[in-house]
């Protein structure tokens, strides 16, 4: 378990604030929103997809401490590439091909609704970002209806407990993101095709 040393933070932001950090020449660093999403109600269905998808699917970090799970498409292994919607779910679950198919579908609609939620509500460098990320080449969004069929660029939020929302002709996030729970790893670098992420 990694410990905070709270006399080397240089900004301590509390649950109900909102902060732009920027470097000497004004150039955005980072930026945390308070309250991104408002629904509670809305709040709880998102939580309840990342919880079923770390129960269902292999942590990709063992080495790290809680887990982080790969959504939407993937690479495949590095030894043996090929590009397909992640199929990472744990042997010992057994799953009907219709119920991969909804897990997969409702992960992308998480995925959808954050998305548009950056698009909204984020710095427009996050978004040019990685919107030219997909377009320069030419990626897929996170469309489950390309591999498993149904209507494309579709997805669908429960905003009351049940009461579905679609949306039609969305506007998809880029092709893959990862869930977590209790997820923590040493400060770190990744090498990243682009050069901004989002979490939330």
Partial sequence: ????DLAKLDYDIGPDESAIFKDENGKLVAMVISDFCKCEKVLHWV???VQLNVALEKNVRKEDAGSIVICGWSAGLRSRTHLDLAR????????TPSQKSELQYKSASVFALF??????????????DLEKL????????????IANGGKLQTYT???DG????TFHDADLAPPS???????ARAVHFERQPHDWSSSW
Avoid: C, Q
Avoid at 115 to 128: D, Y
Avoid at 162 to 165: S, T
């Fill in 1 to 4: 378990m990694f410990m905070v």
């Fill in 47 to 49: 939580n309840e997809i």
């Fill in 115 to 128: 998305w548009n939620l950056v698009k909204s509500l984020g710095p427009r460098e996050v978004v040019a």
């Fill in 157 to 159: 939020i429960d905003v």
């Fill in 134 to 145: 997909v377009k320069d080449n030419n990626l897929y969004r996170m469309d489950t209806a």
């Fill in 162 to 165: 049940g009461v579905p929302l």
């Fill in 177 to 183: 993101g990862v869930f977590a729970r209790n997820y």
């Fill in 88 to 95: 990472n779910l744990e042997s010992k679950h057994k799953l």
